[in-house]
Structure formats: C-alpha cells, structure tokens
C-alpha cells in the first residue's frame, strides 16, 4: 500500500511531505521511501498560523478559515509529490497543524482538561485526492489518560531498534524531543519525551535581533559567545525538571518565554544572545539524556540519531556532541539510516495511518502515558 504522509509541525515553516510503501504488519511492517518533498508556507500563510497558535488575539473565523485553507495547501502539496513523483498514494495520514497543546490537565470551568487542536480539514483533503485520509491523531491518545504526545517514536521503534546497540533518536524540531531505544527493547522499554525548545527559541531571536526566520546554518550563532549563566538559569524552570512523560510547544517557549529570555541576555550582543538560544537547546538535551543513560549504560546506548530542520545547523550540533561526547554516543543524521531527515516525521503520520485504517493501535504508552494502547485518529472516506 502506498501511504502519503502529511506535517506541518511547530515551527510553522511549512509542510511535509512523504510517500512511503508499506508491507507487513504491526511492528514488522517495512517501510519504502518512494518520494518527499518540503513546501515552505508562503509568508502571509505562516503569519497567519503563527497568529492562530496566540490564544489572545485569534479569531475564531479565521480559525475556521485556516482548516480548510490549510486542507487546500496540505492536498496541493501531495498532489506535487505525486505528479512529480508518477505515483498515487492509498491512503493519507495528516497531522496537521498543531494550534494549542495542553497534555497536562489543568483547571477549567471548574473541571481538570488536558486538550489538543490540531487543524487542516480531513474531508477536504479526502474529496481533493480521492482517497480516504486519517487525521487528527492525538486525541484518542489524550481520551485514554495520554498526552497525546509524542507519537512519532512508534515510527522510531519500528526503524531504529536494534538487538545490541542502544539508540536515541533526537529531533529537532521547533521542539526537540527523543525517542530513547535500549538495546533488544521491548516496546514497552521505549522512552521518549519532548525535551525542551529544539529551533523554536532560536528562530525567535533570530526574527527578534536579526529580522530573519532562522539562523541559516547557525552562522549567527557561531559568530557569538554563549551566556552561560542565563542557560543554567533558564533551565531551573520547572519544565525541565519534571519527570516524563512531558510534551512542550509554543504554550511553553514561544513568546511569553522569548520575551524573558531575552531580557536576561538583556547586555549581551545579538550574536551572543543567539549563540545562547542555541546553547539552551543543547544544554536541555543534555540535561534529558542524562538520567537514560544511568551510571553503566544500561541500556548499550551507542548510536545519537538527529532529525529534523535542526539538523542543518551545524552550530547546534556541535554543540550537542559537546553535550553527548561524555556518554560515548556517536552523532549521526537519520539520513545515514535510510530515511531523509526532512521526512521522518511525515513518513511516521504515514505510518500511523496505515495502522489506524487496519484498526491498529500505534500509540506508545510509555512515550505518551496513555493508560493503554488505543487506535489514533479520524477518518475521512471519500
Ligand atoms: N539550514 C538551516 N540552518 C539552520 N536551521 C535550519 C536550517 N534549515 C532548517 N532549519 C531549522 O529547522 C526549522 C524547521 O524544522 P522542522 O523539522 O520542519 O520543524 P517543525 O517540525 O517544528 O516544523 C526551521 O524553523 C529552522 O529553525
Ligand atoms: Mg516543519
């Protein structure tokens, strides 16, 4: 069956796309890259998605609008895929964009409620390419006790377990989560949690300082000293010490966090501050990794996979092996293990929906705290 594989993730960049065949069953089912492609949002667009995500100032009839726009953007990108590519997907898994995150359940109206919202119209998508279209994945995971994140280490499972070396499989994203494999695991042994800001503090301050969406290549970065004393600080908050499972998005670090990020390097330069935001990513990573690893490596961990746009910065990434070296990890891109960086995270939505329309479950429990294995997502028929 041949599965296209949608995400649009926090950083609100743009979208992903992946096309992968699948064969096989459960955690045995094997999976073909046949073709991806990135699609960056035209500029108003990820304006737009970047305003939606602040609760105080959106409206609910752009809200509304944005579902079904983002449908339109979501379809026109597979069907670039698949023209370009002479293939037609099965079967779509959509993600779509995520616009508020809430995993821990917190008072409202006089009740405890953990949330989720993800938005991109699934029966819109499933009329414009004539096939049937899982989406909104997240919420049966949060039904069953979950947080509903994260969800791609089922796809980690599935790639990069292995018998005698322990792996953990980083991306970096707007943010940075892991998906920790012990050597020979079980999938009940697999552990994987958000690990603080990955790009999304970075890019902030790279838009802030610099009026630039990212800092391409970490040159910014490299050009400035980090502040070391504001990263011990910032990683005292509460998020970075709580035990997992724990989810983060921009709730946590988009702009209330900037904004006081910013004023604790308030006399440093701007390539310091941005070499800083980077150093915060790797010092949290760090700061993650630490309790996994256990006094002998436990669990044979050898290899540190990254992913994601992060994975382009060269800055950050040295930065982490600074962080990993001490634990004999070896840093190495997804790419060198048969799935392109850029299309892990699409390939998973593919994967998670190809489970979901056979009715299985797909969710990691011990990722997402789930009290049991539940099958995730909607699905739209043509
Ligand atoms: N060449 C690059 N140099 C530095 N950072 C990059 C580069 N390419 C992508 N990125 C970073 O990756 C981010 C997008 O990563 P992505 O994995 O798509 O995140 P998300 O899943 O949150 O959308 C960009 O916002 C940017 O910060
Ligand atoms: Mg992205």
């Known amino acids: 069956m041949i ?12 979208i992903n796309v992946a096309l992968v065949r699948l064969m096989g069953r459960g955690f045995n089912t ?4 046949l073709a991806q492609h990135e699609f960056p949002y035209p500029s108003a667009v990820r304006r737009a998605v970047l305003g939606a995500m602040n609760s105080k100032s959106a409206s609910v009839a752009d809200l509304a609008r944005l579902n079904f726009l983002l449908a339109e953007l979501y379809s026109e990108a597979v069907a ?25 359940p917190a008072l409202f109206l006089g009740r405890k409620i953990a949330c ?33 994140a994260p969800l791609v280490p089922y796809l980690d499972y599935l790639l990069y377990r292995h018998r005698r070396r322990g792996r953990i499989v980083q ?3 707007g943010i940075g989560n892991f998906t920790a494999i012990p050597a020979a695991a ?16 970075i890019d902030a301050v790279a838009e802030a300082l610099f009026s630039k969406p990212f800092d391409r290549d970490g040159r910014f970065a490299a050009a400035g000293t980090p502040l070391d004393t504001v990263v011990s600080e910032v990683l005292r908050a509460p998020f970075f010490r709580r035990k997992p499972p724990k989810t983060a998005g921009r709730e946590e670090f988009g702009r209330e966090f900037v904004r006081q990020f910013l004023s604790l390097c308030r006399r440093a330069s701007k390539h310091d501050v941005i070499a800083t935001a980077t150093l915060l990513t790797a010092r949290s990573i760090g700061l ?28 950050l990434l040295a930065m982490i092996e600074r962080e990993i070296q001490p634990f004999g990890l070896k840093l190495q891109s997804t790419d060198a293990f048969g799935l392109p960086s850029e299309a892990k995270e699409a390939a998973a939505f593919a994967v998670l929906a190809y489970e979901t329309w056979r009715r299985q479950p797909s969710n990691i429990p011990s990722a997402t705290g789930a009290s049991r294995p539940v099958v995730l997502g909607k699905i739209s028929y043509v």
Not at 308 to 313: D, E, L, P, R, V
């Open 3 to 14: 599965v296209a594989g949608i995400m649009s993730g926090t950083s609100a960049d743009g």
């Open 30 to 33: 094997r999976l073909q890259l």
């Open 80 to 104: 670039g895929v698949q023209r370009e590519s002479g293939l037609k997907a099965d079967l779509v898994g959509c993600h779509g964009q995520t616009l508020y995150h809430q995993g821990e």
């Open 116 to 148: 989720t919202w993800q938005t991109g119209e699934g029966s819109l998508l499933a009329a414009r390419l004539g096939v049937p279209v899982v989406s909104d994945f997240r919420p049966a995971d949060m039904a069953a006790g979950g947080k509903g």
């Open 171 to 173: 991306n970096i994203g």
């Open 186 to 201: 079980t999938p009940e042994q697999v552990i994987a949690f958000d690990t603080g800001p990955g790009n999304m503090v």
């Open 288 to 315: 993650a990794i630490r309790p996994i690893m256990g006094a002998e490596n436990s669990g044979a961990y050898r290899d540190y996979l990254v992913s994601g746009g992060g994975a382009n910065n060269p800055t």
